[in-house]
C-alpha cells in the first residue's frame, strides 16, 4: 500500500495515549527498523517485546539487555520472524524500495498466519495519520513492527523511529 504525503502535515499536536488505549510493540531486536521500534515503544513508555534468535542475535552482536525479548530455540532469523507475527494481531513493515530478504518474508508470513500487514514505503514520505487509521481499523493491540537492518539502508534506524513517534504518540 502505497501511503503518500508528508509525515506530520495537517496533524493535531501530539498527545500520549491513555494507559488503557496503549497499543504494545513487538519487534525482534535487528538493527535498523526493529530496533527504531523497540526504542520508540521505550521512549513512549509503551509496552513492548517479542522474540529474537538464541544467543539474542544481532548484526551488531548480542542484543543489548534494555531490550526485553525473549530468545527463540534456534539462532536463525527466521524462526525470529515467524514468531513475531504470530503472536501479533497485525504486522506494520517500514522499508524504502521493494521488500526483499526477511523484510519479505515478514510479508508472506503475516499473510500464511492471516494477520493484517500494512508495508509503508519511507522512501515516500507516508501520513502517519494513514498508518493510526489502519491500526484503529484492524483493531491492533499487539504491532509487529518490521523492516530492513541498517547495514541494507544506512539511516533507515532514525528515519524510522521518527515516523513511528508520529504513529504512536498521536491519537
Not at 5 to 23: C, M
Not at 122 to 133: D, G, I
Not at 143 to 162: D, F, K, Y
Amino acid at each position: 500500500m502505497d501511503l503518500g504525503g508528508r509525515a506530520g502535515e495537517g496533524s493535531h499536536p501530539p498527545r500520549i495515549l491513555p494507559v488503557e488505549e496503549r497499543i504494545a510493540v513487538v519487534s525482534g531486536g535487528q538493527t535498523g527498523v526493529d530496533r527504531a521500534a523497540l526504542d520508540t515503544a521505550l521512549d513512549l513508555g509503551l509496552p513492548c517485546g517479542g522474540w529474537c534468535p538464541r544467543g539474542r542475535r544481532a548484526e551488531d552482536g548480542p542484543l543489548p539487555g534494555r531490550y526485553p525479548l525473549r530468545e527463540t530455540p534456534t539462532a536463525a532469523y527466521p524462526q525470529r520472524t515467524e514468531w513475531n507475527v504470530r503472536d501479533s494481531d497485525g504486522t506494520l513493515v517500514l522499508h524504502r524500495g521493494r521488500p526483499r530478504g526477511g523484510t519479505a518474508l515478514t510479508l508472506r508470513l503475516a499473510g500464511r498466519y492471516g494477520r493484517p500487514a500494512l508495508a509503508v514505503d519511507l522512501a515516500r514520505s507516508p501520513e502517519a495519520e494513514a498508518v493510526r487509521q489502519w491500526i484503529a481499523r484492524e483493531r491492533i493491540a499487539r504491532l509487529n513492527v518490521a523492516g530492513p537492518r541498517e547495514s541494507e539502508h544506512p539511516g533507515i534506524h532514525g528515519q524510522a523511529a521518527r515516523f513511528l513517534h508520529d504513529v504512536l504518540a498521536h491519537n
